[in-house]
């Protein structure tokens, strides 16, 4: 079947540290991928996708790289501000399953100044 | 922004009452989906349409009905609420980018069923 893991959080970090965020996934098919955020009172916006394997995303500074052999898709941030402070959703899109997507269970970041 | 809206936005209602909530978008998309958000659970699937009177169930089904009479409109009851029904609904449509699909979600719809 398909899904998704995601690290547990809650993550916090000071202004200006490395961020990852694990996220593998199992799938049938070829599916895309995706990191979704969501600050606090909002829906989920989409940050960045891969579509094919060795695809790197990348959105306001966070990038992701779709590995196939690993089957992972780690989101990354090399310095992080206070205002990327929301919870994160690692998500994929398999082929042949009505357009339906496949959500972690999500990360929150803290960053504190 | 994918025009979404979702209504109400906050609810409070009592076990037993029926409810209703609201998903409606402006673009023409085919493809809508109903989530619920729970701590622990990330988003889970409840229903999706994909066109009008075109509906299946997703992963959290049991208590809830849709329905869509119109593009622009995707409906979710919950005949008989119950304590387990409170949660954070999300509304989503899928678009096409040519290569995959991407979802886009509305601002979401606090319930507390008491």
């Known amino acids: 079947g398909n899904s998704v893991t995601q690290m547990e959080g809650p993550v916090t970090l000071s202004e200006e540290a490395f961020l990852t965020i694990n996220c593998t996934y199992t799938a049938t098919g070829y599916p895309s991928l995706f990191w979704y955020v969501q600050y606090p009172g909002e829906g989920l916006q989409l940050l960045l996708k891969?579509?094919?394997?060795?695809d790197k995303g990348s959105n306001k500074g966070f990038e992701a790289t779709y590995r196939k052999e690993t089957t992972s898709f780690h989101l990354e941030k090399g310095s992080v501000q206070v205002s990327d402070s929301a919870v994160y959703f690692c998500?994929?899109?398999?082929?042949?399953?009505?357009?339906?997507?496949?959500f972690g269970t999500g990360t929150s970041l803290t960053v504190i100044p | 922004d994918a025009g979404i809206t979702q209504s109400p936005r906050h609810k409070v209602t009592e076990t037993g009452t029926p409810v209703t909530l609201r998903c409606h978008q402006t673009?023409?998309?085919?493809?809508m989906y109903w989530y619920r958000q729970d701590p622990g659970h990330g988003l889970r699937l409840i229903h999706y349409?994909?066109?009008?009177?075109?509906?299946d169930k997703g992963e959290v089904s049991d208590g809830y009905s849709v329905s869509r009479s119109k593009t622009e409109d995707f409906l979710l009851t919950l005949e008989s609420a119950t304590s387990s029904q409170t949660s954070v609904y999300f509304c989503?449509?899928?678009?096409?980018?040519?290569?995959?699909?991407?979802?886009?979600f509305g601002p979401g719809t606090r319930l507390t069923v008491t």
């Open positions: 673009e023409n998309h085919r493809y």
């Open positions: 349409s994909y066109g009008v009177k075109d509906t």
């Open positions: 891969a579509t094919k394997a060795d």
């Open positions: 989503a449509i899928s678009e096409s980018t040519g290569y995959t699909y991407e979802q886009y």
């Open positions: 998500a994929l899109s398999a082929p042949n399953t009505g357009n339906q997507f496949y």
